[in-house]
């Protein structure tokens, strides 16, 4: 009697796993993919949360919507944040590390050493860029003869290769990981990216504490294990990414 209350006590823990809800953002291949349960960044969230014993259920959303409901508890956690992206939240160690590059085509002859060359030429950055890149980024910008934000990969990526602009400001895997990299002949182009930025680290945000403490306990294990790697290779060779 005893082996089997011991038995039935396991099956119900088993049975009532802690749920974490985890909000992910819209679609921005290679780091999340259509549907919000894959990509690079779901994918090394996911192991790590079930690793830690949890069991995560995807929550796609855009970001303010996500943030407001991070906010008032209706989901448990959420991707890709920076601290103080929301008071009263508990951030994880660094997940991964997002690669801002100046990109531009290798046949027009730029070339890019130093943040204010960029005062020379027409820009195309990610959406708020000028606020998350620093104040001497967009004190450059305000001085290049064009300067736009574009929340579409798609469209920072036709307007470069057809040149309209010469210069796009963003992650470098995204930039590979979208499909268009033609100009309008159909014909590719190589490109050089400069790394004019530092590396940007990306967080998960926990409304408890002992949530965030269960994570990065995982992470440590997730790479310990060889499966961090694993996962980001993965991806990098879905993509053909640098």
């Given at each position: 009697m005893l082996r089997l209350l011991l038995i039935c006590c396991l099956f119900a823990a088993g049975a009532h796993a802690d749920i974490v809800r985890l909000a992910v953002g819209l679609a921005k291949p290679p780091y999340v993919e259509a549907g919000g349960k894959s990509g690079l960044e779901v994918t090394l969230a996911l192991a790590t949360l079930r690793r830690a014993g949890h069991q995560p259920l995807v929550v796609q959303l855009p970001q303010a919507r996500g943030l407001a409901m991070l906010d008032s508890g209706r989901v448990d956690a959420m991707l890709s944040l920076v601290p103080g992206s929301l008071e009263g939240v508990f951030y994880s160690?660094?997940?991964?590390?997002?690669?801002?590059?100046?990109?531009?085509?290798?046949?027009s002859g730029i070339v890019l050493t130093e943040l204010s060359q960029l005062a020379q030429y027409r820009v195309v950055a990610f959406q708020n860029a000028r606020r998350l890149l620093g104040d001497e980024f967009r004190r450059t910008v305000e001085r290049a003869p064009g300067y736009a934000e574009q929340g579409d990969q798609d469209i920072q990526n036709r307007m470069l290769f057809n040149r309209r602009v010469d210069v796009v400001i963003g992650d470098e895997l995204i930039f590979h990981a979208n499909p268009t990299q033609r100009d309008l002949n159909n014909r590719s182009q190589p490109v050089i990216s400069y790394p004019l930025f530092p590396s940007s680290p990306r967080h998960v945000g926990f409304r408890r504490e002992r949530l965030r403490q269960d994570f990065d306990a995982a992470l440590q294990q997730l790479k310990g294990s060889g499966e961090?790697?694993?996962?980001?290779?993965?991806?990098?060779?879905?993509?053909?990414?640098?």
């Open positions: 160690q660094p997940l991964l590390h997002y690669r801002n590059r100046a990109i531009v085509l290798q046949g961090y790697e694993r996962i980001q290779q993965f991806y990098r060779d879905k993509y053909r990414l640098p």
